[in-house]
T-cell receptor, first 109, second 119 residues
Framework: GQNIDQPTEMTATEGAIVQINCTYQ??????LFWYQQHAGEAPTFLSY????GLEEKGRFSSFLSRSKGYSYLLLKELQMKDSASYLC??????????FGKGTRLSVIA | GAVVSQHPSWVICKSGTSVKIECRSL??????MFWYRQFPKQSLMLMAT?????????EQGVEKDKFLINHASLTLSTLTVTSAHPEDSSFYIC???????????????FGPGTRLTVL
């Protein structure tokens, strides 16, 4: 099975940079996903990492270290609309995505 | 990207009635769909895996006789909440994988969710 750990809540200022960490334990690694979920809406895909290193996609970047069972999502130039929950998920093989509790990010002015 | 729709987007029903939620993959075929449930301020909890043409696989603690799943075609799965009670009020989200997406990862596409309120 999978065991995922993320901070429950974070607060950051508009325009700043925030890093959301995720540590995981899994029986078989098949990549790591980050999703964004606004309240009352379904999750939307942000990134997928299967190799070590940093993947940059606009204001969002995701980092993976497989040896450490660790990933982070980096959000730059924060905007108010970035206030949401950020979910880290690590599937095992072809199993469905299992999500941790997610990190609720609040962006303040 | 692939699109998954759900219907209805919200429903209010009386206790004891049954509610059917549809999940469709609009521009791709999905042999496997997943049903999740999310209570306020909690994470998505996987309820069951729906397999086209066969029985669904339920997660531990999910009553299969209460949450009936039918996956009659490669583009449609339905979840029926039978004899709904107020504690079943939740946000139900379906998700599907693209059968032909290939690639090295199994991205899941999520529907917009259905908010169920049982009075």
């Amino acid at each position: 099975g999978q065991n995922i750990d993320q901070p429950t809540e974070m607060t950051a200022t508009e325009g700043a940079i925030v890093q959301i960490n995720c540590t995981y334990q899994t029986s078989g690694f098949n990549g790591l996903f980050w999703y964004q979920q606004h309240a009352g809406e379904a999750p939307t895909f942000l990134s997928y990492n299967v190799l070590d290193g940093l993947e940059e996609k606009g204001r969002f970047s995701s980092f993976l270290s497989r040896s450490k069972g660790y990933s982070y999502l980096l959000l730059k130039e924060l905007q108010m609309k970035d206030s949401a929950s950020y979910l880290c998920a690590v599937p095992s093989g072809n199993t469905p995505l299992v999500f941790g509790k997610g990190t609720r990010l609040s962006v303040i002015a | 990207g692939a699109v998954v729709s759900q219907h209805p987007s919200w429903v209010i029903c009386k206790s004891g009635t049954s509610v059917k939620i549809e999940c469709r993959s609009l521009d791709f075929q999905a042999t496997t769909m997943f049903w999740y449930r999310q209570f306020p301020k909690q994470s998505l909890m996987l309820m069951a895996t729906s397999n086209e043409g066969s029985k669904a696989t339920y997660e531990q603690g999910v009553e299969k006789d209460k949450f009936l799943i039918n996956h009659a075609s490669l583009t449609l799965s339905t979840l029926t909440v039978t004899s709904a009670h107020p504690e079943d009020s939740s946000f139900y989200i379906c998700s599907a994988r693209d059968l032909l997406s290939g690639g090295s990862y199994n991205e899941q596409f999520f529907g917009p969710g259905t908010r169920l309120t049982v009075l």
